[in-house]
C-alpha cells in the first residue's frame, strides 16, 4: 500500500510540473500588478485568452516588459507541431503587436 501511494505521488508531481501555469518573474509581476491596479494595462488572464485564441499551443513563458512608449506581454509557447512562437502583446489594449516563430 505505502508503495503504491508513493509511486501515485511521484507521478502526480511529475504531472504538475507539465501543467504549472506561466507566471511572471518578481520583478515583472510587482510591475504589472502596479500598473493593473493604476488601470495603465490587462490583466495577464486577459493576455493569455486572447494569446490562445489567435494561436494556440501550450504557453512555456512570459515576460513583461516596455517597448519604447507602450508596455508589452511576450507569451512564448509550442505549438501542436512542436514549433516555439513568441506573440507580443499590447499590454494596454491586448492588441497583437508582432508575432515570430523561433528556429
Known sequence: ??????????????????????????????????????????????????AMAVHPGRVIEVEFEKDGERYVYEVKFRDQDGGVWELYFDALTGELVKRERED
Open 1 to 50: 500500500m505505502a508503495r503504491s501511494l508513493k509511486i501515485f505521488c511521484l507521478i502526480l508531481g511529475l504531472a504538475l510540473l507539465f501543467v504549472t501555469p506561466p507566471v511572471l518573474s518578481d520583478e515583472d509581476h510587482k510591475d504589472a500588478r502596479y500598473l493593473k491596479n493604476m488601470g495603465k494595462i490587462l490583466p495577464l488572464e486577459t493576455i493569455l485568452e486572447v
